[in-house]
């Protein structure tokens, strides 16, 4: 059974960092991402990598702050968030995307098959 479990949200002042790990367990991936969804708003990509070449892709919002990276031996992906803004904050989801589809760029939500129960990222002010 495919199963993504993320961990790593919480609460944190606007500047501040944290770091979201999620582990997936029953598939090899060809790429994983996160997204984040703030209440009233549509679901965004925030970082897409792709397990064979190691290539990363980010949203211009996060771009410079936030980094995704991978442990393949141990099939999960962490992001490092840095300097956060109270506009990062939402419900960050993990997802993973079955082999068959494009290796390169920020993948949609609809390019991801399999998703994590998402964690709750706030950052005040």
């Known amino acids: 059974q495919v199963q993504l479990v993320e961990s790593g949200g919480g609460s944190v002042q606007a500047g501040g960092s944290l770091r979201l790990s999620c582990a997936a367990s029953g598939y090899i991936y060809r790429s994983m991402g996160w997204f984040r969804q703030a209440p009233g708003k549509e679901r965004e990509g925030v970082a897409s990598i792709y397990r064979r070449s190691g290539r990363t892709y980010y949203a211009n919002s996060v771009e410079g702050r936030f980094t995704i990276s991978q442990e393949n031996a141990k099939n999960t992906v962490y992001l490092q968030m840095n300097s956060l803004k109270p506009e990062d904050t939402a419900m960050y989801y993990c997802?993973?995307?079955?082999?068959?589809?494009?290796?390169?760029?920020?993948?949609?939500?609809?390019?991801?098959?399999?998703w994590g129960q998402g964690t709750q990222v706030t950052v005040s002010s």
């Open positions: 997802a993973a995307a079955e082999d068959g589809g494009r290796w390169w760029g920020l993948l949609t939500p609809s390019e991801y098959q399999y």
